[in-house]
């Protein structure tokens, strides 16, 4: 069955997007953890579609038009809240809204049919193209280069700032590179489960992981693992009971989050026991 599958272009696509979700995501979630830019991220994902909606009135490609709207949201949130006496959740707070009303705006400007925004809300890795492929293979690639190179400094970053600082690294400059790669991120697998739900790819997978590792290498690792299972599982169960493919990945990564946590408080009580004995 598995070999007549493989036979299908768009199912050999999903899962390569798959692949490529958990690794991207896997590496950039692991940093948004780290530094708790949850809320951050949940801004970028919303204001991007300001972005897909620009995309379909200009003709362009959505996920390129949403791809530079996001990194220019990012930045500007980076910018506003360092620069400015405006609160940083006030900052997410007007662009996420700003985004997805511009979006809502130029897609009802669009003449012709309305495009079918289900797929950018909630995901369609089965419509995922060859370009998708080749776009979100290339981030994975510079994702994998910069945290291989510039480790240290991002681990300093991620956990201390002012420290950072004081060896002289360039935390501003690194901060904005980060961030744009983070847009970029969410951006890029937003057709893997949508715009509502691509902020858990980035956060179930690592929160999984922190339940057995608290190291930060050993959680990109163990997040881009448990990513391939839970897209891996989300593709048959979709495929199974005909339901979105979003929604099916991020279900088989909660029921991962359920089982670990259950296999944790299990292993904890009879290590307690032991202890008693």
């Not at 007549?4 to 940093?31: D, H, M, P, Q, R």
């Not at 950072?164 to 690294?169: L, S, V």
């Not at 980035?202 to 608290?214: D, G, H, M, R, V």
């Amino acid at each position: 069955m598995i070999s007549e599958l493989l036979e299908y272009k768009f199912i050999v696509n999903s899962l390569l997007a798959g692949i490529l979700a958990s690794i991207s995501c896997g590496i950039i979630g692991t940093y948004i953890v780290t530094r708790r830019m949850v809320f951050l991220s949940g801004g970028i994902t919303h204001s991007s579609f300001g972005g897909i909606g620009i995309g379909y009135f200009l003709g362009f490609n959505p996920i390129i038009s949403a791809a530079i709207f996001g990194v220019f949201s990012a930045l500007g949130i980076e910018f506003i809240s360092k620069r400015s006496d405006i609160r940083e959740d006030s900052v997410i707070g007007i662009l996420w809204s700003f985004g997805m009303a511009i979006g809502i705006m130029f897609i009802f400007l669009t003449p012709g049919y309305a495009p079918n925004l289900m797929s950018y809300l909630f995901g369609s890795i089965l419509t995922v193209s060859t370009f998708d492929i080749l776009l979100m293979l290339g981030l994975s690639i510079v994702l994998i280069l910069v945290f291989t190179f510039f480790y240290r400094i991002i681990l300093f970053i991620s956990y201390d700032q002012e420290f950072a600082r004081t060896h002289k690294i360039a935390v501003s400059l690194i901060n904005y590179i980060l961030i744009g790669l983070v847009a970029l991120t969410i951006v890029l697998n937003i057709k893997v489960v949508g715009i509502i739900l691509v902020i858990s790819l980035l956060t179930i997978p690592q929160s999984i992981a922190n339940l057995f590792t608290k190291n930060f290498r050993n959680i990109i690792i163990v997040s881009i693992v448990i990513g391939l299972i839970g897209a891996f599982m989300g593709l048959v169960i979709s495929y199974k009971i005909n339901i979105p493919s979003g929604a099916s990945i991020i279900f088989s990564l909660v029921m991962i989050f359920l089982i670990a946590k259950l296999f944790q408080i299990i292993k904890g009580k009879i290590n307690l026991k032991k202890q008693k004995i």
